[in-house]
């Protein structure tokens, strides 16, 4: 089980720890790498991106991000992660829970979790879906900019 922990980081299934916001790469990545392998990846703006797969799941983080045009803030070390389930998998629930607030976010239809999480969501969180289950959901350091 991953729990999503706005303003704090991902815990991760087990005793794997948590991936915590403002740790360096080498923290974050050796802290995932207890749960699964971890490639390199890439993210504009940031200095460093790596992901993994487990039980369905792709797991992205990136981290010392910047933005020469002043449009959002500077973060110091790790600044976001994000969870997406494998295409796959999306007609029914996940096969790994993604928990916020003790609501398992992939685990039922997306009107379901709606109702229980209710509103006032946190600022730093999104999820999407594709209708019927949601099916990624992101968590960042800072308040996410607004979509435009």
Known sequence: MFELLPGAGLRLPGRAGTLRFGTDEQTARWALATVADVRDGWVCGARWAFSAHYQGLTIDAHGD?????????????LADISLTRHPFTHTGPSACPVVLRGIDLFGY???EVSDALGEGLPPTLRISGNGLYFTAVSVHAEPAPAES
């Not at 991000?65 to 070390?77: A, K, N, V």
């Open 65 to 77: 991000t910047t933005d020469p045009r002043g449009r959002h803030p500077d973060t110091p070390g």
């Open 109 to 111: 239809p997306a009107t």
